[in-house]
């Protein structure tokens, strides 16, 4: 898929984004925001999935470690074709499929309950021994939030991933300098992330979490690597595309009002009719 396309798709999945957080009146919007491009690069171009066989064995594997960043995560989903793009505007309602986190038990396309944070890149670890285990060639994809690297329990799960040679399993950090107290060297500072994973030997790479042509570099090489699991550090900004949210903290878990869903939709889709000009 050319690139200009998955710009178009990427801005859709953030005008996803805006959409559900605004109706449920809460959610996340910041980080899934600033993962909307490798929401949509992952869904679209890189991985191994079929929308009408959710549960195809051969299928690659994606958990969402910081899983609050659901509504990213259901926009792709939903632009993919798992389920209708409308039912966003039932997310977080009580009793309907879409919740605040993602449930494998309910929504097509997902692998991995999570939300914990800190756990998803656990079990993808466990994803990925399994399919060396079982001799099986799919490959396993988590994506974390630097905020949430801070837990204890990634390192573990890096360490025996590192031990365990895992080249078929692909871990990504959404660095967008921010969690839900202010920035994240201020809070517990992660830095350097790239070195820590290579000290748990790991392929590193850094890119442009917003640049597809260097997402596609970095997931082409991933595949090449190894014995080796491979750790993409994604720079990104948080609540990237909405001028109001960009670079706030405060926007890690505060839905938009009427007014400012009003701006966020009407930024994004002059948004959408530039990418159009192209």
Same mark, same amino acid.
Not at 58 to 64: A, K, N, S
Not at 131 to 136: G, L, Q, T, V
Not at 183 to 205: G, L, M, R, T, W
């Given at each position: 898929m050319q690139f200009l396309e998955l710009m178009k798709i990427a801005n859709e999945v953030r005008k996803g984004i805006i959409v559900g957080t605004?109706?449920?009146?809460?959610?996340?919007p910041g980080g899934s925001l600033s993962a909307a491009d490798i929401f949509t690069y992952l869904?679209?171009?890189e991985l191994n999935i079929d929308p009408a066989d959710p549960q195809k064995a051969?299928?690659?594997?994606?958990?969402?470690s910081k899983g609050h960043t659901a509504p990213g995560y259901y926009a792709a989903l939903a632009l993919r074709g798992f389920f209708p793009i409308k039912d966003m505007e039932?997310?977080?309602?009580?009793?309907?499929?879409?919740?605040?986190?993602?449930?494998?038990?309910?929504?097509?396309?997902v692998d991995m309950s999570s939300g914990s944070l800190g756990q998803g890149i656990s079990a993808a670890v466990g994803m990925a021994i399994s399919?060396?285990?079982?001799?099986?060639d799919y490959r396993v994809y988590t994506l974390l939030g630097d905020g949430e690297i801070q837990e204890g329990q990634v390192w573990e799960a890096a360490m025996l991933a590192g031990h365990r040679k895992l080249d078929n399993l692909?871990? @990504?950090? #959404?660095? +967008?300098?921010?969690?839900?107290?202010? *920035? @994240?060297? #201020?809070? +517990?500072?992660?830095?350097?992330?790239? *070195?820590?994973?290579?000290?748990?030997?790991?392929?590193?790479?850094?890119?442009d979490g917003h640049n597809f042509e260097e997402m596609e570099a970095a997931f082409?090489?991933?595949?090449?690597?190894?014995g080796q699991p491979t750790a993409i550090i994604a720079k990104t900004?948080?609540?990237?595309?909405?001028?109001?949210?960009?670079?706030?903290?405060?926007?890690?878990?505060?839905?938009?009002?009427?007014?400012?869903?009003?701006?966020?939709?009407?930024e994004l889709e002059k948004a959408g009719e530039a990418l159009c000009q192209m």
């Open positions: 605004y109706h449920a009146k809460s959610g996340h869904f679209f171009e051969d299928r690659d594997r994606f958990v969402l039932k997310l977080r309602h009580v009793g309907f499929y879409l919740q605040g986190h993602p449930d494998m038990k309910s929504v097509p396309g399919a060396k285990i079982s001799n099986e692909v871990v @990504i950090v #959404d660095n +967008n300098g921010l969690q839900i107290d202010g *920035k @994240i060297e #201020d809070v +517990n500072s992660p830095y350097p992330i790239d *070195k820590k994973f290579e000290a748990f030997n790991f392929h590193v790479i850094n890119i082409k090489e991933a595949r090449q690597t190894k900004v948080k609540g990237k595309s909405v001028s109001f949210m960009e670079n706030l903290a405060s926007w890690h878990g505060v839905a938009p009002n009427a007014q400012q869903y009003e701006m966020a939709m009407a």
